[in-house]
């Protein structure tokens, strides 16, 4: 399925915002993967993209998938487009790199799984928080007993449209439409922030959640807070908001112990604090990589999956439980009650 180099062929699906770190990643990447189609139904950005990587524009993945000329797609378009191009991809025999959320319903992330499955090529959902380098230094450091046994965390995402401006352009982006998004924050944003509490403590059984809408621009909820009791029977706190205005800074991620305490700090440069007998705050986080970096290692496992048939990280059902955390928020937020997640 690959060229005579090993290099993996990849179609580039939707080349907007989101489209930047992809490109970045396969430039970081470039002895494993090489772009050689760029789609968007704006012919602009496909042809932006394809000035840029060499690759050939193409109005539609229809029109890209019967020219060929690549053995795996990177679905970066708007969420309720995920279903169709992943069923479209995949019966063409093409591996898929589909962003997420996988789709906007239970029932059609099931058929993305069972389509991948039937053509027995690699699905990965890209949830780049599994590889977030703090992310990833906060569970080693976890795994390795560094603060105990975990007792409780707390997530939190307070994002502001001025700084994450490239994400909610034009007149009414999709974003800010519950019908094209799915929801608000707590599916979009949330998830990048659900999938490290679940890797630092195992899997979510039920939440219990408030939504809010202070930015009365976008349908969905703006503000979710939530309680999430997991399976082991501890708990995790879960905030996040998007507001159109400054905003002070707090930490990503708190995760307590019973001998110490992981920070990671808000510093998109990236910063994990360890606090316990023998550490008291000092950066543990390595190099300080930062958030942005969690999108080329995410690529190279997702090309060593399609060119060495090697295991993901985190296989595509795994992304089914952000979907469902956020979708058991949005039912507590209407029953008043603890929602089950799974
Ligand atoms: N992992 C992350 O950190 C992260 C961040 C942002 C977005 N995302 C995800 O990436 C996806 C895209 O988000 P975005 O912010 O880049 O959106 P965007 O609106 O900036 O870009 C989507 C692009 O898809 C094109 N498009 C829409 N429908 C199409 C179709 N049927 N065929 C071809 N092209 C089509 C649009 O013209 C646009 O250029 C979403 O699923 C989003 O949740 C992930």
């Not at 002895?31 to 760029?38: F, W």
Request: overall charge negative.
């Amino acid at each position: 399925m690959t060229d005579a180099t090993s290099l993996l062929r990849l179609a580039i699906v939707g080349c907007g915002a989101i489209s930047r770190m992809h490109l970045n990643a396969v430039e970081a990447n470039r002895d494993r993967v090489r772009i050689t189609a760029a789609v968007d139904l704006s012919r602009e950005r496909a042809e932006a993209v394809a000035a840029e990587t060499g690759a050939v524009a193409y109005g539609s993945l229809d029109e890209a998938l019967a020219a060929g000329g690549f053995d795996a797609v990177a679905i970066l378009l708007p969420p309720a487009h995920h279903e169709r191009a992943a069923c479209a991809a995949l019966a063409a025999g093409k591996h898929v790199l589909l962003e997420k959320p996988m789709a906007l319903d239970l029932d059609a992330c099931e058929r993305i799984l069972t389509a991948a499955r039937v053509a027995s090529r690699v699905l990965m959902v890209a949830e780049n928080a599994q590889y977030w380098p703090e992310v990833v230094t906060a569970k080693r450091l976890i795994d390795e007993g560094a603060i105990g046994e975990v007792l409780t965390a707390r997530a939190s995402s307070f994002a502001t449209l001025m700084i994450a401006a490239s994400f909610y352009e034009g007149e009414n982006p999709w974003r800010f439409q519950k019908g094209s998004a799915g929801g608000g924050v707590a599916l979009d944003i949330g998830s990048h922030w659900i999938r490290p509490l679940r890797m630092f403590m195992g899997e979510i059984d039920e939440v219990v959640a408030i939504l809010d809408r202070p930015l009365a621009q976008m349908e969905g909820e703006s503000l979710a807070r939530a309680l999430l009791r997991f399976r082991s029977g501890r708990s995790a706190s879960f905030e996040v908001m998007l507001l159109d205005g400054m905003l002070g800074m707090d930490a990503f991620f708190r995760v307590v112990g019973t001998r110490g305490e992981i920070v990671i700090d808000t510093d998109m440069g990236g910063r994990v604090q360890l606090f316990n007998d023998q550490h008291f705050g000092e950066s543990v986080g390595g190099d300080g990589l930062g958030y942005m970096e969690s999108y080329a290692p995410q690529l190279r496992d997702f090309a060593a999956a399609c060119l060495d048939g090697t295991p993901l990280a985190a296989g595509p059902e795994m992304a089914i439980g952000e979907l469902r955390a956020a979708l058991a928020m949005y039912r507590s937020a209407e029953s008043r009650r603890w929602e089950k997640v799974w």
